[in-house]
T-cell receptor
Framework: GESVGLHLPTLSVQEGDNSIINCAYS??????FIWYKQESGKGPQFIID?????DKRQGQRVTVLLNKTVKHLSLQIAATQPGDSAVYFC?????????????FGKGTHLIIQP | NAGVMQNPRHLVRRRGQEARLRCSPM?????VYWYRQLPEEGLKFMVY????????ESGMPKERFSAEFPKEGPSILRIQQVVRGDSAAYFC???????????????FGEGSWLTVV
């Protein structure tokens, strides 16, 4: 099976600074990784994904880094804004694991200080 | 989240009653997933369905919980004889294909919050 964990349950950053949220996974066969943002009272919102044949992928103000050697995934948010305040989850999938969707970590609550 | 519709958004049930949660996937999506989220926790997989078929229910409790995705209409997650421990947010997600590793992301609805009193 797969277990997914995050290094910090809460991360507080100053508005305008960069944020880095980390995630570790256990199954070396995992091959698809997604970051979700969840605001209070809402469903998870897709941010960015990466496949195991890549080690970096960039979106608008976000970058995902994948280190398969140490089974580590990170989400970098540039120039954080108040609207970035939310809980961020990494989710991991393994194509050989059957159709059981994604395994989620517990989430990091990102707090933006004014 | 656009397109995956869940209802009701909030549901209160007394212990022993039944709860029915509905999910309409995004247009063109034929794969539905149900997840449960306890307070301060991540999402836990419950069940994966295609039209008229349960593909994987390894995350479903053995008793009281059932799910269906009929040929017509929404997917239904049914919880019989609810207990306080069933209080949680239940999220539905949908995708076009099951092959997540091929980059077919699953998209979530806004969730149904069940409170058992």
């Amino acid at each position: 099976g797969e277990s997914v964990g995050l290094h910090l349950p809460t991360l507080s950053v100053q508005e305008g600074d960069n944020s880095i949220i980390n995630c570790a996974y256990s199954n070396s066969a995992s091959d698809y990784f997604i970051w979700y943002k969840q605001e209070s009272g809402k469903g998870p919102q897709f941010i960015i994904d990466i496949r195991s044949n890549m080690d970096k992928r960039q979106g608008q103000r976000v970058t995902v880094l994948l280190n398969k050697t140490v089974k580590h995934l990170s989400l970098q948010i540039a120039a954080t804004q108040p609207g970035d305040s939310a809980v961020y989850f990494c989710a991991v999938s393994w194509s050989g694991g059957g159709a059981d969707g994604l395994t989620f970590g517990k989430g990091t609550h990102l707090i933006i200080q004014p | 989240n656009a397109g995956v519709m869940q209802n009701p958004r909030h549901l209160v049930r007394r212990r022993g009653q039944e709860a029915r949660l509905r999910c309409s996937p995004m247009k063109g999506h034929s794969h539905v997933y149900w997840y449960r989220q306890l307070p301060e926790e991540g999402l836990k997989f419950m069940v994966y369905l295609q039209k008229e078929n349960i593909i994987d229910e390894s995350g479903m409790p053995k008793e009281r919980f059932s799910a269906e995705f009929p040929k017509e209409g929404p997917s239904i997650l049914r919880i019989q004889q609810v207990v306080r421990g069933d209080s949680a947010a239940y999220f539905c997600a949908s995708s076009t294909l099951a092959a997540l590793s091929a980059g077919n992301t699953i998209y979530f609805g806004e969730g149904s919050w069940l409170t058992v009193v």
